[in-house]
T-cell receptor
Framework: GQSLEQPSEVTAVEGAIVQINCTYQ??????LSWYQQHDGGAPTFLSY????GLEETGRFSSFLSRSDSYGYLLLQELQMKDSASYFC??????????FGDGTTLTVKP | DTAVSQTPKYLVTQMGNDKSIKCEQN?????MYWYKQDSKKFLKIMFS???????INETVPNRFSPKSPDKAHLNLHINSLELGDSAVYFC????????????FGPGTRLTVT
């Protein structure tokens, strides 16, 4: 089966940089994706990594190390609106997506 | 212009009833999914379909039956509803079966009393 670990909560201040880590165990690994979900809302896609390295999308970047079964989401220049839950999801080549339990990010002024 | 839409947004019903949730995507994607998110916000895949064919059925009770009349629609029918079925159900779609980039509908909050 698949399993993922990510911190349950992270707190940071506006303007800071925060990193949310995700470690995973799976067979047939295809890629790691990241989603943001505000309270009462739907998950929205942020980024994915299929290959090792860093993917940058504006203030958000995602990193993957396949050999370490590890990835992270980096959020820069934090804003209050970034307060949300962040999920990593591992995707297999059989088409299955397993989501982590989510990290609640609180951005303080 | 809504990419992935679901109806209804809220559903309150009694135990033992049968209900359906509809999902449509206008993104031209080939793969569609149903997820269940419980009160602790754990998001679990239930089913995925690629071009109307079931590819993932994740140990979901057979009271849950998905139906895909075409690749733009994936409906979820639930028989004999139980209290534990109360959750938010999300439909999603992606261009490829890999599911690396999924787009979610707004969710259907199901409450079973």
């Amino acid at each position: 089966g698949q399993s993922l670990e990510q911190p349950s909560e992270v707190t940071a201040v506006e303007g800071a940089i925060v990193q949310i880590n995700c470690t995973y165990q799976t067979s047939g690994f295809y890629g790691l994706s990241w989603y943001q979900q505000h309270d009462g809302g739907a998950p929205t896609f942020l980024s994915y990594n299929g290959l090792d390295g860093l993917e940058e999308t504006g203030r958000f970047s995602s990193f993957l190390s396949r050999s370490d079964s590890y990835g992270y989401l980096l959020l820069q220049e934090l804003q209050m609106k970034d307060s949300a839950s962040y999920f990593c999801a591992v995707n297999t080549n059989a088409g299955k997506s397993t989501f982590g339990d989510g990290t609640t990010l609180t951005v303080k002024p | 212009d809504t990419a992935v839409s679901q109806t209804p947004k809220y559903l309150v019903t009694q135990m033992g009833n049968d209900k359906s949730i509809k999902c449509e995507q206008n993104l031209g994607h080939d793969t569609m999914y149903w997820y269940k998110q419980d009160s602790k916000k754990f998001l679990k895949i239930m089913f995925s379909y690629n071009n109307k064919e079931l590819i993932i059925n994740e140990t979901v009770p057979n009271r849950f039956s998905p139906k895909s009349p075409d690749k733009a629609h994936l409906n979820l029918h639930i028989n004999s509803l139980e209290l534990g079925d109360s959750a938010v159900y999300f439909c999603a779609s992606s261009q490829e079966t890999s599911g690396l980039e999924q787009y979610f509908g707004p969710g259907t909050r199901l409450t079973v009393t």
